[in-house]
């Protein structure tokens, strides 16, 4: 595989100690019987803001 | 009978002149001029950016449409506005001109009893020399145009990588006043994804660039989120995301100069520094599309009704104050203008009165200060809301009926993370208020049980939908006023 040869661009020291998630975490996120429940409730908390904005105003 | 006038077709001001008609009678009209014939829905310009739909899939075109629900469409784009009419008439005015292809240039006046400007942004790729697709070196998601554009380079870099060339790729802001980090933010994580999908991502370096203090900051301060038994800033979730994608980031970083193949920036340390880079997608920062104002002696009062940046001034103090004074208070309600009442802004071309993210900049005097955004679900909100007052007020009202201050409304958002029904994901999120408000939430400017984000399979089902949702809603198809903004 080709490298390249150009200047490494600057590293933010931030990167290597950034928080990962864990394995269960990233499995989680494609589990399809979790992702089910999940859209549910992602859903319900979207229309809790549709509902707060319709009654500010 | 009155007749109102929408200048732009966007989400705002498709919004507002879909709602006027629907609310007004059959003796008032509605008028919207607009430069582009067809309707854009922008989020999904993320997509056709990384080759998983054609221009034709976010757009559609927007004379049919109205003339199905009785809107009359000019293709024209506002140059002039007479609020006071002339010495002769002083019935107010916009002055139009012509972008229909034969009829290029040609300039028309339309009467008008109230006014939306809804003309959103000026792509003001200008702002940075080398920044763009037209004159520049680099790419765009902010059209459909500049998103198959961007795609079309992708292709061909893969082409180069599948025979075993390894790039580099810059993402993010190109100006260090710029705004809308949010779809930058959804073009990085997509691009990785379908890189990663076409079995080339082991020979792309892939680095985001932008003018947020920190990631995560997305022009509105950032946000904290209650997880895992803690509050947490969205810094984290961020990082995480990109840490765990390999996404490398430079952050509070203002691009001065963009060449063939090289950017250069410098950040608020001081840092001057140049990024060699094979596929740069800088997004540009925003000003207004530069209307200007006459009195009836054909004066020029343009900087009575319009900010610098060319944006809309509305209800609220322009005067500059240092960014620890400002409250959400100070954010516009009405969205009318305080020198003529039947003039009114919607979207992002209404003036933002403060910044919602601190603002800083670099020691040569350079701006590193994220734009408040206002794209989406708020323009949507503000344009229906202007709508309403309107609608009052050519019925009676003394004055606007309805507000939608971005500092009393939240928001939901879907950021697309790689588009596949089975393993792609989207940061699903939702902010409450959009302005911080320390006020009546102390300690982090914003209701932490209306606000929170997640990443998963859900929100990119959520944001297929969405896109569909919203272009039967845009096209005006039966039940679109049951869809919520």
Not at chain 2, 39 to 54: E, F, R
Request: glycine residues 10%; contains cysteine; charged residues 20%.
């Amino acid at each position: 595989m080709a490298t390249d040869t150009r200047p490494a661009p600057h590293l933010d020291p931030a990167f290597s100690s950034a928080t990962r998630p864990s394995r269960l975490t990233v499995g989680l996120r494609t589990f399809l019987p979790w992702q089910l429940v999940r859209f549910v409730v992602i859903n319900l908390k979207m229309l809790r803001i549709l509902w707060r904005n319709h009654h500010a105003h | 009978m009155s007749r109102i006038v929408v200048l732009g077709a966007g989400v705002a001001g498709h919004t507002a002149a879909s709602f006027l008609r629907s609310w007004l009678g059959k003796d008032d009209s509605v008028v919207v001029v607009s430069p582009k014939p067809t309707y854009n829905w922008i989020p999904s310009n993320i997509w056709v950016g990384v080759g998983l739909m054609q221009p034709a899939d976010v757009t559609f075109a927007l004379a049919p449409v109205y003339e199905r629900h009785g809107i009359d469409f000019r293709q024209a784009r506002a140059v002039e506005l007479h609020p006071e009419g002339t010495a002769e008439d002083p019935a107010p005015f916009v002055v139009a001109e012509s972008t229909r292809a034969g009829h290029e240039g040609e300039r028309e006046s339309i009467r008008y009893d109230f006014l939306i400007n809804a003309t959103g942004p000026k792509l003001n790729f200008g702002a940075t020399p080398g920044l763009g697709p037209d004159a520049g070196f680099s790419h765009s998601v902010c059209t459909e145009t500049h998103a198959h554009e961007t795609a079309r380079r992708l292709d061909a870099l893969v082409a180069e990588m599948k025979a075993g060339a390894r790039k580099r790729f810059l993402v993010g802001t190109g100006h260090g006043a710029c705004t809308c980090e949010g779809a930058a933010f959804e073009y990085i994580v997509n691009l990785e994804f379908e890189l990663r999908q076409r079995g080339v991502r082991d020979r792309a370096d892939i680095w985001w660039i932008s003018n947020e203090y920190e990631l995560g900051d997305f022009g509105m301060g950032g946000m904290h989120l209650s997880r895992g038994g803690y509050i947490t800033p969205s810094k984290i979730f961020t990082e995480s995301l990109f840490a765990e994608r390999g996404l490398n980031w430079i952050t509070r970083a203002h691009v001065a100069q963009v060449e063939a193949g090289r950017a250069h920036y410098e950040t608020i340390d001081g840092a001057v520094r140049a990024f060699d880079f094979d596929f740069a997608m800088l997004l540009p920062p925003f000003a207004g599309v530069g209307l200007k104002a006459f009195d009836r002696a054909g004066a020029d009062i343009t900087p009575a009704l319009f900010q610098p940046n060319g944006f809309m001034k509305v209800d609220t103090s322009y005067a500059p104050k240092p960014y620890e004074q400002w409250s959400a208070k100070d954010w516009p309600h009405t969205y009318q203008s305080p020198a003529y009442p039947n003039l009114f802004a919607a979207g992002i071309a209404f003036a933002p009165p403060h910044a919602i993210s601190r603002p800083y900049q670099t020691p040569s005097g350079a701006p590193v200060a994220p734009a408040p955004p206002r794209t989406g679900m708020p323009s949507a909100t503000i344009g229906k809301a202007v709508a309403r007052s309107i609608v009052d007020m050519a019925g009676g009202a003394p004055g606007p009926t309805h507000r939608a201050s971005m500092a009393e409304m939240g928001a939901a958002c879907v950021a697309s993370a790689g588009a596949s029904l089975v393993s792609g994901t989207a940061a699903s999120m939702t902010v409450f208020p959009i302005v911080p408000d320390f006020e009546r939430y102390p300690d982090y400017g914003r209701d932490l049980r209306s606000t929170f984000g997640e990443v998963g399979l859900a929100g990119h089902w959520i944001k297929v939908i969405l896109h569909h949702l919203f272009l039967h809603k845009a096209r005006l198809r039966p039940g679109w006023r049951l869809i919520p903004e």
